[in-house]
Nanobody, 128 residues
Framework: QVRLVESGGGLVQYGDSLRLSCAAS????????LGWFRQVPGKDRVFVAV????????YYADSVKGRFIISRDNAKNTGYLQMNSLNFDDTAVYFC?????????????????????WGQGTQVTVSS
């Protein structure tokens, strides 16, 4: 099975930037869409962004549009989430996930059942 490991989280100041990484153990993950989700205590895990297997098409949640950029380097079996202009609502544990298909439609990109493999998460904390 594919194993995913997130890294790059930490404590940052309001308005700063941070880049998260998602390393996959298997090259076969590069043929599937890659998603990012986030979760805070007491709330559901919510969709952040997704990129297709080729790295061509992306889709973002309204809360992060214009601030976050999802990308991937299939030669390194690694996905990324560049987070800019961070605010307090961005504080969460961030998870990457590999989808069941090369592409996901916007209507299904945020549905858990369309992702087969998940990482353990990395904490991002935004402070004043």
């Amino acid at each position: 099975q594919v194993r995913l490991v997130e890294s790059g989280g930490g404590l940052v100041q309001y308005g700063d930037s941070l880049r998260l990484s998602c390393a996959a153990s298997e090259s076969t993950a590069s043929s599937k869409a890659l998603g990012w989700f986030r979760q805070v205590p007491g709330k559901d895990r919510v969709f952040v962004a997704v990129i297709d297997g080729s790295g061509t098409n992306t889709y973002y949640a309204d809360s992060v549009k214009g601030r976050f950029i999802i990308s991937r380097d299939n030669a390194k079996n690694t996905g990324y989430l560049q987070m800019n202009s961070l605010n307090f609502d961005d504080t969460a544990v961030y998870f990457c996930a590999i989808a069941v298909a090369p592409q996901l439609r916007p209507a299904t990109a945020g549905l858990y059942r369309y992702y087969k493999y998940w990482g353990q998460g990395t904490q991002v904390t935004v402070s004043s």
